[in-house]
């Protein structure tokens, strides 16, 4: 099993709709967790991060966090076309010395 | 106003050679580190250092020597290149050990020939 799971898609959405994208991890000691957007040819930059259970909002995003099922969640609503990138979900725990294990991405397609 | 900055971007070069890419922060961060991103864009770390302390190393053949000369510089020299190094490089910072939010460098991608 990997350490972090993501479906690797592409999700393909129409504009204007909600976008969701899932992670699941392994390690239930993980204490934090990321959100990275990855625009092809590019470099992975943050988006989100949540720290507790629950739901985070920042503008079009919202993390959703789930311990006891390990999964972590990525909204965007009113999805455009230039959120089309792949999505990282990250986790980090502490193994004698931080680490941040990275998903292997989800493609989002947004169609205009 | 670069955060991180890397050099080279692209790198070619032939089985065999020593080559190096630098890696510099302007963001006051006390951890550096370097990733690998493959064919498939799985993402894997290296190295982590904090304060020029490594602090974390992966399962990395010794033929990649990270070397941190002050805490805004991460390098990374790699010897006798095999194809399988072929590869994006990314370095990152972050503001102290343990922070997952980390800033990325635009990678160098380095093709062993």
């Known amino acids: 099993q990997k350490e972090v799971e993501q479906n690797s898609g592409p999700l393909s959405v129409p504009e204007g709709a909600i976008a969701s994208l899932n992670c699941t991890y392994s390690?239930?000691?993980?204490?934090?967790f990321f959100w990275y957007r990855q625009y092809s040819g590019k470099s992975p930059e943050l988006i989100m991060s949540?720290?507790?259970?629950g739901d985070k909002e920042d503008g079009r995003f919202t993390a959703q966090l789930n311990k006891a099922s390990q999964y972590v969640s990525l909204l965007i609503r009113d999805s455009q076309p230039s959120d089309s990138a792949t999505y990282l979900c990250?986790?980090?725990?502490?193994?004698?010395?931080?680490?941040?294990?990275f998903g292997a991405g989800t493609r989002l397609f947004v169609k205009a | 106003d670069t955060a991180v900055s890397q050099t080279p971007k692209y790198l070619v070069t032939q089985m065999g050679n020593d080559k190096s890419i630098k890696c510099e922060q302007n963001?006051?961060?006390?951890?550096m580190y370097w990733y690998k991103q493959d064919s498939k864009k799985f993402l894997k770390i290296m190295f982590s250092?904090?304060?020029?302390?490594?602090?974390i190393n992966e399962t990395v053949p010794n033929r990649f020597s990270p070397k941190s000369p002050d805490k805004a510089h991460l390098n990374l020299h790699i010897n006798s290149l095999e194809l399988g190094d072929s590869a994006v490089y990314f370095c990152?910072?972050?503001?102290?050990?343990?922070?997952?939010?980390?800033?990325f460098g635009p990678g160098t991608r380095l093709t062993v020939t």
């Open positions: 990152a910072s972050s503001q102290r050990t343990g922070n997952g939010e980390q800033y």
């Open positions: 390690d239930r000691v993980s204490q934090s």
């Open positions: 949540i720290y507790s259970n």
């Open positions: 990250a986790v980090n725990r502490d193994t004698g010395g931080f680490k941040t294990i």
């Open positions: 963001l006051g961060h006390d951890t």
């Open positions: 250092y904090n304060n020029k302390e490594l602090i």
